[in-house]
């Protein structure tokens, strides 16, 4: 059997539906996986023994080059000549739901005896109009996956990829997970900067908002009283000033130079610890099995899984997973105290 997935973003989301993967190929080794992602995101799929075939598109860039959408289509189109048994959906959006479309199988019509799409969607999965954000999307679709929205976001990614194969993939087996993000030839530079002396702490100081983002002089106030070797990753100029400002304050802080995703997967797979915000980078952690706190301000804890080495931090605010509010600051408002004392603890495991 031969699936597509179609999960084209983000960082983190990709990283929670990978989970999935190993147990799929567990329980039918011969099933043939391909993955259709934006191109900047490939990178974190890579080296994955699970996937056969990453194909990539480029929709982001279609927002400031409205020209280059014939080019993406034929790209797209190109890749329903690989005669897909199943197309999964996994992102439930209208660009993704379209995406698979484009890539679902093709079949002879035996009324008319001519070749074309099949009807329905019936060759196409995703979640079901209550389920999604974009309710549009689910008209695309044959087989219909019913979660709610507000559900753990690792659990509903595992739905979504294994339901409609027949596959039932537990919270046990998930909690029980091997590693399953890969690197290879990754940037030397990063050795130069892990201690021997103390531990290597990696910090996550960005995110997509601001109100996202815990405060960076509470991230030196952390480096301080743990006095380990903490490393900063940027991922935008705006960033890279802010880690800057950081290294100022605190010895122990060092501004990693910048990474593409093989090299932070090389770098967070080394680290004794990863501290940062709700964003993809952080969940990379997760992903690598490492110890990690993730902190979070506007949106949910429910978008990760809380094990014996993956922490959480939240604020004191109520989060409408429906309706996130980009103005709730209330990150701002977590005593540092209460991330230095989880650290200390992850740092004695």
């Not at 329905?120 to 389920?131: E, L, M, Q, R, V």
């Not at 993939?169 to 002396?197: A, G, H, R, V």
């Not at 000033?241 to 290294?247: F, R």
């Amino acid at each position: 059997m031969k699936i597509a997935i179609v999960k084209l973003s983000a960082l983190g989301d990709i990283v929670h539906a990978m989970v999935a993967l190993q147990f799929i190929k567990a329980h039918s080794p011969e099933i043939r996986i391909d993955w259709i992602v934006e191109e900047r995101f490939a990178e974190v799929l890579k080296h994955n023994p699970d996937i056969d075939n990453i194909l990539t598109v480029n929709l982001k860039a279609l927002k400031t080059n409205k020209a280059g959408i014939f080019a993406q289509l034929k790209k797209i189109r190109s890749y329903a000549s690989n005669n897909y048994d199943l197309v999964i959906d996994a992102q439930g959006l209208i660009k993704s739901a379209i995406t698979a479309k484009l890539i679902s199988p093709w079949k002879v019509l035996p009324s008319v005896g001519a070749t074309g799409r099949s009807p329905c969607g019936a060759h196409i999965a995703g979640f079901d109009a209550d389920s999604i954000r974009e309710k549009a999307a689910s008209w695309f679709y044959g087989i219909k996956v019913a979660c709610a929205y507000d559900a753990n976001t690792i659990d509903r990614n595992a739905l979504i990829l294994s339901s409609p194969l027949g596959i039932d993939i537990t919270k046990e087996q998930i909690l029980n997970k091997k590693p399953f993000l890969f690197f290879n030839n990754e940037d030397p530079q990063i050795y130069d900067f892990l201690s021997k002396d103390r531990l290597n702490i990696v910090l996550v100081i960005g995110s997509t908002w601001d109100s996202r983002n815990y405060p960076a002089a509470k991230f030196v106030k952390i480096a301080e009283a743990l006095q380990q070797n903490c490393l900063v990753v940027w991922g935008s100029e705006q960033e890279k000033a802010t880690a800057e400002w950081m290294a100022t304050q605190s010895d122990l802080i060092k501004v990693m130079p910048k990474l593409d995703l093989n090299s932070l997967k090389a770098l967070i797979a080394k680290a004794d610890l990863l501290i940062g915000n709700d964003t993809g980078p952080t969940h990379v952690a997760w992903g690598l099995n490492r110890p990690s706190i993730t902190i979070f301000g506007p949106t949910p804890v429910s978008r990760v899984y809380q094990t014996d080495i993956n922490k959480v931090v939240k604020s004191a605010s109520i989060v409408n997973p429906y309706k996130l509010d980009k103005q709730d600051y209330s990150i701002k408002d977590i005593d540092e105290q209460e991330i230095i004392k989880q650290a200390k603890f992850l740092l004695t495991l």
